[in-house]
T-cell receptor, first 112, second 113 residues
Framework: DQQVKQNSPSLSVQEGRISILNCDYT??????FLWYKKYPAEGPTFLIS?????DKNEDGRFTVFLNKSAKHLSLHIVPSQPGDSAVYFC???????????FGQGTTLQVKP | KAGVTQTPRYLIKTRGQQVTLSCSPISGHRSVSWYQQTPGQGLQFLFEYFSETQRNKGNFPGRFSGRQFSNSRSEMNVSTLELGDSALYLC????????????FGNGTRLTVT
């Protein structure tokens, strides 16, 4: 039973345009949602998070939107840069278990 | 401020052996958790430690164990290694229990032959 799903394995975007990465979840008890970026042979790097009581959080070029009724969140990157090319993981966190549940990841390629 | 440090970066072991991996959290972080990443299963939670106590455990066999020391450093141990244990093992730290974000180290790549 996969509680966090990223249904798009890959996404290709032109430099300067918007990248939108999507994530769906099934458990209403998650307290936070986080996005991580990962390069091969490195650990995930934290990008941005959102509390389950919010619907938007913005940090520079990165914005995360949360739609609780649809159990859906998305990460917007504007403008996209070639250095953004990496695997992006959506993760859900429950405070009382202290664990992150990860989606399967989406590989973003930003073309110059 | 140094990040999460994991040692060693790479390990090659033989089936049936045991292995110990080490993790030093970010200074001041007291919660440490471990994750396994494989191509088939993705990133999966192993366990979390806080104040030298295991708080939660994921769905892994008892061959996987860990501990945390008084300085918050943590080790995980895998006994009787199987081929399927080949994976990237990632350690993450956070300030305290229930606190986000979790910050990850670069992992230990374990290969079992």
């Amino acid at each position: 039973d996969q509680q966090v799903k990223q249904n798009s394995p890959s996404l290709s975007v032109q430099e300067g345009r918007i990248s939108i990465l999507n994530c769906d979840y099934t458990n209403s008890m998650f307290d936070y949602f986080l996005w991580y970026k990962k390069y091969p042979a490195e650990g995930p790097t934290f990008l941005i998070s959102i509390s389950s009581i919010k619907d938007k959080n913005e940090d520079g070029r990165f914005t995360v939107f949360l739609n609780k009724s649809a159990k859906h969140l998305s990460l917007h990157i504007v403008p996209s840069q070639p250095g953004d090319s990496a695997v992006y993981f959506c993760a859900a966190y429950t405070s009382n278990t202290g664990k992150l549940i990860f989606g399967q990841g989406t590989t973003l390629q930003v073309k110059p | 401020k140094a990040g999460v440090t994991q040692t060693p970066r790479y390990l090659i072991k033989t089936r049936g052996q045991q292995v110990t991996l080490s993790c030093s959290p970010i200074s001041g972080h007291r919660s440490v958790s471990w994750y396994q990443q494989t191509p088939g299963q993705g990133l999966q939670f192993l366990f979390e430690y806080f104040s030298e106590t295991q708080r939660n455990k994921g769905n892994f066999p008892g061959r996987f164990s860990g501990r945390q020391f008084s300085n918050s450093r943590s080790e995980m141990n895998v006994s009787t290694l199987e081929l399927g244990d080949s994976a990237l093992y990632l350690c993450a730290s956070s300030l305290a229990v229930g606190q986000t974000p979790l910050h990850f180290g670069n992992g230990t790549r374990l290969t079992v032959t």
